[in-house]
C-alpha cells in the first residue's frame, strides 16, 4: 500500500499563496451560504463535493454568477449514468459568458486573446473588439438561416479567428465541431460527414515548421464531400484570395453589431468533439453549453486558479479537447495566448519563449515535450525571463517523475506542478491541479471536485494503494449528452458504462494513495498483465526513455493461444544509435531494476518510428491487434493515425507469426 505521508513534497503552497487561492475563498463563502466544511482544506471540501453534489454545483453556479434567463427546476433531476439531467428548465449561453468581462469599461480595451506564430510576433485582440467581431460574425450566420442545433465546423489553425467562429456558433445556438488543417482530408471527412455541417471555415494553408503547406485542395475536397455545406468563409492565413463561392472572413466580420446571444437548454449542444478513433469511425462526442460552461468555470477558476491578471497559453490544435479547454479561459476574465506553430521550432525552446514574452502565468503543455527538453539539456529558467510562471501543467500522457524534477530544477525551484487527467470524452480532468495542496513527485494531486473518482478492482471493489480501474460513481455535468448518430445510445454505453453498469469506467489504470493524490499508469486496455502482476505502459516508457539512445519506445502484451504471454518492446532509436546486444541488455536491466523483472520485453525490436493517433497519443492497442494477425484495414481506422506507413512493420510481423 501507498503510504507515504511522511516522504518530503516537491513543493509546498506557502501560506499566502493558500489564503489568496479562488478555491480558499470559494470554500469558505460556501460554508457560509451551502453548508460546506469550513475546516478541513480541500480534503474536506472535496468529500462534501460528491456527498452533496447537488449542493456543490448549484454553489459553483452561484459563485461564478452564472446568468440564467430562465431559472432551474433542481439541479439533477436524474443521477443515472448515462441519461443524469442537470438543471432542467433552465436556459442560458456560454458564448454571453465567455465574453462577459467586455462589458466592464475598466477592462474593454485589455488584451482577451494574444496570438503568436513562429515568428513570435504578438497581435492582441481586446476584449471589446472580439465582442464586436462575434456580434458581427453571428448576425452573418443568423442571416445565412443557421438555426440553433445547426452544425459548424472550422479546418482552423489555433488563430483568433477560430475563437470568433466558435463563440459566434454558440452566440446563435448552433453546434461547433473543427479538425486542425494538418488533418488529412478523409480524417476531416470522418468527422465531419457524421454531423452534416451547414458552415465551414477554413484557412488556405498553415505555417509549421518555418514552412507555408498549402491546403487549397484540401478544402476544395471537403467542400465536394460535404454536400449540406450552405457556405464556406474563407480565412486568408496565406494571403490567397477567396476560392469561387467563398465568402471572405472579413467581409462577415466587419460590422459593428451588438451580439444577440441564443437563450438555450443547458443541455443544448455547445460543441462536438472526437475521440482518437483508432478503430472505427471515431466517436462524435456532444456535450452540453451548460455542462461546459459550469465544468469549465470549476476546473478553470478553482483549479487552475485563473483570473483577469492572469495569461493562459497551452500548446494545443483545435483538433484537440486542450482547444475548447484554453478557449473557456476566457469565462474567467483571463488573457487566453493562442500559439500556432510548431513546438520545437526553430529549437526546443520556442514554447518558453512564448511564456516569456507573453508573460504567461499558467503554462500548459504535454509531457512528451517536457522531456523532450529534458533530453535537449535546454535551462529555461536560467536562460529566459520566467518570472510571471506560477504553474506548469502537463497532460496527453502522465509526467515521469524525471519530469517533475527536471520541471522544478530547471524553470523554478517554487513552481506549482500540475500534472492533470482527463479526456476528450468529458472536456475536462478527473484529477489534477489543486493551488492549495502539495506536489508530490509523479503523482497528480488529488481527483477534482463533484468528481467522485474511484479506483475499483474488476468486481467493482474499491482500492487503496493498489492498481485499479479509473471509474466516477456520479454524473459530471459536461459528460456527453450522447454521442451523435447513435440513437438509442447503445454506443454510448458501450463505451463507458459496458464494465460496472451505472458507473463510468474511463479505461484508465490509476492508483489512489492514501493522502488522496492520484497515479495514472496508462490505458487499462493496453495494460501488461504478466503473471498476475499488471503494470502500465507508461511506467515502461518513463523507464526505457531516460537512456539517451532512445528516442521513443512502445510495449504490447499480446496473450497466447497456449497460455503464454509475448511481450515485445519496440524502439525508435536516437540518431547515431545502434540496438547491439550492449543496449539491448541496457534496455533490460533499466526495466528489471527500476520496475520489475516479470515485465522485461522478450524482444526488444527497433522500428522505423513509433505511430500516434491525431492528438498524439502512441497506438497500442491497434498495434496489438496487427501483431495478433489482424489485417490493418480491420485493426485501425487510417484517418486516425498520423503516419500509416509506420503500421505496414507491425501488419507484416503479425502475418509472420500467425
Not at 39 to 53: F, I, M, T
Not at 56 to 65: G, M, P, T, Y
Not at 213 to 240: K, N
Not at 249 to 278: I, K, M, N, R
Request: hydrophobic residues 40%; negative net charge.
Amino acid at each position: 500500500m501507498t503510504t507515504a505521508a511522511d516522504e518530503t513534497p516537491l513543493w509546498q503552497p506557502g501560506p499566502d499563496r493558500i489564503a489568496a487561492a479562488a478555491v480558499t475563498r470559494f470554500q469558505s463563502w460556501a460554508a457560509q451560504r451551502h453548508g460546506a466544511p469550513a475546516e478541513g482544506g480541500y480534503p474536506a471540501l472535496h468529500q462534501w463535493s460528491v456527498d452533496r453534489l447537488d449542493t456543490f454545483w448549484q454553489a459553483v453556479a452561484d459563485w461564478f454568477a452564472v446568468r440564467f434567463s430562465t431559472p432551474y427546476e433542481t439541479v439533477l433531476a436524474d443521477r443515472a449514468m448515462p441519461g443524469a439531467r442537470w438543471f432542467p428548465g433552465a436556459t442560458l449561453n456560454y458564448a454571453e459568458h465567455a465574453l462577459r468581462t467586455a462589458e466592464d469599461p475598466l477592462r474593454a480595451d485589455a488584451p482577451a486573446l494574444i496570438h503568436v506564430d513562429e515568428t513570435h510576433t504578438q497581435v492582441p485582440v481586446s476584449w471589446s473588439e472580439l465582442r464586436r467581431r462575434v456580434g458581427s460574425l453571428a448576425a452573418e450566420l443568423r442571416a445565412l438561416g443557421v438555426t440553433p442545433g445547426d452544425r459548424v465546423s472550422g479546418y482552423l489553425p489555433n488563430i483568433p479567428e477560430a475563437v470568433v467562429a466558435l463563440l459566434a456558433t454558440a452566440a446563435v445556438g448552433a453546434v461547433w465541431t473543427s479538425c486542425a488543417p494538418d488533418f488529412g482530408a478523409r480524417s476531416v471527412l470522418d468527422r465531419f460527414q457524421q454531423v452534416e455541417p451547414v458552415v465551414l471555415f477554413t484557412v488556405d494553408g498553415y505555417r509549421y515548421g518555418g514552412k507555408e503547406h498549402h491546403r487549397a485542395d484540401t478544402v476544395a475536397e471537403l467542400r465536394r464531400e460535404l454536400p449540406t455545406l450552405r457556405a464556406v468563409v474563407h480565412i486568408p492565413l496565406l494571403g490567397t484570395k477567396a476560392p469561387e463561392g467563398a465568402l471572405e472572413w472579413s467581409a462577415v466580420t466587419s460590422a459593428d453589431t451588438e451580439p444577440v446571444f441564443e437563450q438555450v437548454p443547458f443541455d443544448h449542444p455547445l460543441w462536438v468533439l472526437y475521440s482518437s478513433g483508432t478503430t472505427g469511425l471515431p466517436k462524435a462526442i456532444v456535450q452540453s453549453q451548460g455542462g461546459i460552461l459550469l465544468e469549465h468555470f470549476k476546473q478553470l477558476g478553482l483549479h487552475c486558479d485563473l483570473g483577469p491578471e492572469d495569461r493562459f497559453f497551452w500548446y494545443t490544435s483545435t483538433g484537440w479537447m486542450m482547444w475548447n479547454f484554453l478557449v473557456s479561459g476566457l469565462l474567467t476574465g483571463t488573457t487566453v495566448v493562442l500559439y500556432d506553430g510548431s513546438p520545437g521550432y526553430p529549437d526546443v525552446s520556442a514554447q518558453w519563449r512564448v511564456a516569456e514574452q507573453t508573460g504567461a502565468t499558467l503554462f500548459g503543455t504535454s509531457a512528451a515535450y517536457v522531456m523532450a527538453c529534458r533530453k535537449a539539456g535546454i535551462h529555461p529558467g536560467r536562460d529566459l525571463d520566467l518570472s510571471r510562471v506560477q504553474c506548469v501543467a502537463t497532460t496527453g500522457s502522465p509526467l515521469p517523475p524525471d519530469g517533475f524534477r527536471w520541471l522544478h530544477d530547471e524553470v523554478a525551484e517554487d513552481l506549482w506542478i500540475a500534472s492533470v487527467s482527463g479526456g476528450t470524452d468529458v472536456c475536462s480532468c478527473f484529477a489534477g491541479a489543486v493551488p492549495t495542496l502539495p506536489v508530490h513527485i509523479g503523482e497528480l494531486q488529488a481527483a477534482c471536485l463533484g468528481t467522485d473518482l474511484r479506483s475499483w478492482d474488476p468486481a467493482g471493489n474499491p482500492l487503496v494503494g493498489e492498481v485499479g480501474e479509473l471509474v466516477v460513481t456520479a454524473p459530471m455535468p459536461s459528460m456527453p449528452v450522447r454521442f451523435w448518430n447513435d440513437p438509442d445510445g447503445s454506443r454510448y454505453h458501450d463505451s463507458y458504462f459496458d464494465m460496472y453498469p451505472g458507473v463510468w469506467r474511463h479505461g484508465d489504470w490509476i492508483t489512489l494513495t492514501d493522502r488522496g493524490s492520484v497515479i495514472i499508469h496508462g490505458r487499462s486496455d493496453s495494460t501488461l498483465n504478466r503473471q498476475g502482476v499488471r503494470m502500465g505502459s507508461s511506467d515502461i516508457y518513463e523507464a526505457v526513455e531516460r537512456l539517451p539512445e532512445i528516442r521513443e519506445s512502445l510495449v504490447v502484451g499480446i496473450e497466447q493461444p497456449d497460455g503464454g504471454y509475448w511481450m515485445p518492446l519496440f524502439v525508435h532509436l536516437a540518431e547515431g544509435a545502434r540496438l547491439d546486444d550492449a543496449l539491448r541488455d541496457s534496455i533490460k536491466r533499466t526495466i528489471r531494476e527500476n520496475l520489475s523483472p516479470r515485465h522485461v520485453p522478450d524482444e526488444v525490436i527497433e522500428v522505423p518510428g513509433i505511430p500516434h493517433t491525431l492528438t498524439g497519443k502512441r497506438i497500442e492497442v491497434p498495434v496489438k491487434r496487427l501483431l495478433q494477425g489482424t489485417p490493418l484495414a480491420k485493426a485501425v481506422n487510417p484517418g486516425s493515425v498520423d503516419r500509416l506507413e509506420l503500421l505496414h512493420f507491425y501488419e507484416e510481423l503479425g502475418r509472420g507469426r500467425s
